[in-house]
């Protein structure tokens, strides 16, 4: 369902890298406050905008008031819906989440650079998955659908698929399930080292260091990507578990998420001689938030600005979009 939400106020649930992003680089920015949980935030602001408690919410004019869901990662996009279902307010009518809200302006950009005509209805997959899934999902949901329409875009072409930096494999299961109902059979390599960073540089935000620093349970992980036949599941640290890959090996489609400048730099060493003409490298966090990954946009400026290749950005997704130049075979 889509709204014309123009003449709404808006008010922005999560204080998050994308409210950033929004205030930062859309058009006319309009937003009126900011709901944040944790009430450490609350009194401060972003970028002008005042965060405030959920308890603001229950003085809001619903009637003229629309509440956008700006988390990133789909348990927390879950837990801000829960909270507004909670306390009654509906989808498409007085909340929604950030990718139906930003949609009109992403979409055109988007279709522009990978040039084709998007398909909605993986739009409303890709949000499906988020809000309903328990499988976490770190990718935006914009992402999600650049990335389903750019295996479309490369459909037919020999070379695999990989996802360098997959954690617990939502955005995996994302892909994979949608390749296998379409009947996309390409190799579906996925490489993590499951427990999180090999160690930052300086061009890396060292208060993030632990950010992984868990043990999320490999072996979950790898018996949910058994459910599918071409998945190919390498566990080490990049660059040294790339050695696995077979020899003669070619990539059509390759998602880099791995948050650090020299996992970037060694992957888009290893990728791009391996990466077929026509082929799409799309590198996340490319736009960084303030304190955010700013290693990744530091290795892709050194590796492409050398190599005369652009790196286009969609912010809505934080990923940079590179294209492997010449014809796909
Ligand atoms: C942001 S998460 C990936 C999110 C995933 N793409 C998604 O959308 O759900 C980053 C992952 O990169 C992995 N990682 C970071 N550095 C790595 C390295 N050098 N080698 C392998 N994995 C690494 C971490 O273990 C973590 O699971």
Redesign the pocket.
Known sequence: MTQDFAHRQVVAWGASALLEFYLRFADSPRILSCIDSDPARHGAELRGVKIVAPAALDTLDRDTTLVVNFAIASPSIQAIQAELTGRGFTMGIDCTDFAEFARAGFQPRAQALLGRRFDEGLLAYARAFNLESNV????TVLGNWLLLEALRATTGMPGAIA?V????C??ACLLLNAMSLWGDARSYYV????????GLSPQDPAELAGS?DVDYGASHILNRMRLYPQARVIT???PE?FREVPEGERFSLVFF????YQ?ALDTFHFIWERLLPGGVLAI?DYVAADGGWTGIRAAAQEFFAGRGVPVHDLWETTMGIVFKPGTAP
Do not use: I, K, M, W
């Open positions: 976490p999902l770190e990718t996802e930096g997959a954690f617990q939502g955005n490489f993590d080292s499951f427990r999180g960073f090999g992984y080490g640290f990049v578990s998420d791995c948050d650090l996992p996340h």
